[in-house]
């Protein structure tokens, strides 16, 4: 690189000819001179220095050399461990967390993932299993079709309502501003397992919990801090979509407890909102893996033997 | 180019050999760093006003290293470690800021 500086002349070294002088005007305008002024005045003392006494000796400035080097390394390698010590000083549960979050969420996708093709591989099963019984030319078609909707099998579309139930907002400390640890009117699963009982009782026929539809088997229950439908979290607001006849829908806004849910909103600011849809999409429940139960060959009775667990919810 | 090639290796050999350092002297790196890196600047900027001088580089960076290790040391001994530290670290920033300012100028002439 060519020099094209000129010889500092508006640039003071420090306490040198110029005759100014550290200590004086230290105040305002330090930073000034800070800017101004060279910060290692030795350099242009040694500059100096060697053009009035000529080059150095040969085996001096190799020695130069390599210290210059040694130096860079030794600035490599301090960096290079004090970042490695940075980092093992960053909290081992901060490193913890982290992992397990993007854990939980690959593997959410993938659960997304793996649902989506049973989804379009049930779809498909389905389809072909129509062709085939519209092959034999009965209404076996249309009795299963019904029977499947009845299961949460499929999807389903009709009139019916919605129900949301959210947290009330957290009571802060008047005198602290601190986020009060006890919400009394946080949604538990017991509130959502109440309406949705509430709402078979009054003759719902197909029931999802924020988009996941609730099959013979579907559990509602908290793990920790979170509320879980079939193991898949779901967060406040609750929307509970449900399909149903217009008395449903009456029975449901006249029962007790709706009026209960009404009053917690008044005591606690819990959120409950009833809202009628002429048109409501509920997609299919997850396939439901009856592991001990079994068919019965045909011929047999349909009704359930008095010797068996009584199974239901 | 020599130290910047033996800057490379050394950081390097922290990195692969993950040389082991005393408990004690764990809490000066960081100064010590900070501290090396206004050296380094303050050569770099006179490497560039070809004015580059070894043996004022290697004094300047050991004395750098070594005063502020020293005084977080001090500081440590006397109770008023982190208080010391945070100065050093804003008296060596002024300085680094200063010399890449300098750099700047002489690279860019902006």
Redesign the interface.
């Known amino acids: 690189m060519t020099d094209e500086l000129p010889p500092p002349e508006g640039e003071p070294t420090g306490p040198g000819p110029s005759g100014r002088t550290w200590g004086k005007a230290f105040g305002a305008d330090l930073l000034a001179r800070l800017y101004e002024t060279s910060l290692e005045p030795g350099y242009a003392a040694a500059t100096e220095r060697r053009r009035r006494e000529g080059p150095q000796r040969p085996a001096l400035r190799r020695l130069g050399k390599a210290g210059t080097a040694a130096m860079a390394l030794l600035f490599g390698v301090l960096v290079a461990v004090t970042y490695r010590h940075a980092l093992a000083a960053e909290p081992e549960s901060h490193r913890t967390h982290d992992q397990l979050v993007g854990e939980v969420k690959s593997q959410r996708a993938q659960t997304d993932r793996l649902q989506r093709r049973a989804d379009r591989l049930r779809q498909q099963v389905s389809d072909q299993r129509d062709r085939a019984l519209s092959l034999g030319g009965s209404d076996e078609v249309a009795r299963l079709h019904a029977l499947e909707a009845s299961d949460g099998l499929v999807k389903v579309r009709g009139p019916g309502m919605t129900v949301t139930l959210s947290d009330a907002p957290t009571p802060k400390d008047p005198v602290t501003g601190k986020e009060n640890a006890e919400n009394l009117g946080r949604v538990l699963d017991v509130d959502i397992q109440d309406v949705v009982n509430e709402l078979w009782r009054d003759g719902a026929e197909a029931v999802a919990v924020d988009g996941q539809r609730l099959g013979a088997t579907s559990t509602i229950r908290t793990a920790g801090e979170a509320i879980l439908v079939d193991f898949r979290p779901v967060t406040s607001p609750y929307t509970i979509t449900v399909i149903g006849s217009e008395q449903m829908r009456d029975r449901f806004t006249a029962s007790a407890t709706a009026a209960r849910y009404e009053g917690f909103v008044q005591r606690y600011q819990m959120g409950f909102r009833m809202q009628r849809s002429s048109q409501l999409t509920l997609a299919a429940a997850a396939d439901q893996q009856l592991r001990y139960a079994h068919p019965v060959p045909s011929g047999g009775s349909a009704s359930p033997s008095a010797s068996g667990h009584g199974g239901g919810r | 180019m ?14 692969v050999l ?2 082991t ?1 005393p408990t004690g002297l ?1 809490a000066y ?2 100064i ?2 900070v501290a ?2 206004d ?2 600047t ?2 770099v ?2 490497w ?15 004395s750098n290293v070594l005063v502020a290790a020293l005084i977080v040391y001090l500081g440590d001994k006397l109770g008023v470690g982190a208080q010391l530290s945070t100065g050093v670290v804003v008296v060596l920033g ?2 680094i800021f ?2 890449v ?2 750099i700047r100028q ?1 690279l860019f002439k902006a």
Do not use: Y
């Not at chain 2, 090639?5 to 922290?14: H, K, M, Q, R, T």
């Not at chain 2, 560039?48 to 960076?61: G, M, P």
């Open positions: 020599i130290a910047l090639i033996a800057l490379a290796v050394g950081v390097f050999v922290g990195f993950e040389p350092v764990q790196l960081p010590a760093v090396a890196l050296a380094v303050g050569g900027r006179a560039l006003r070809k004015e580059f001088n070894d043996k004022q580089f290697v004094i300047s960076f050991v002024m300085r200063a010399n300012a300098a002489t």
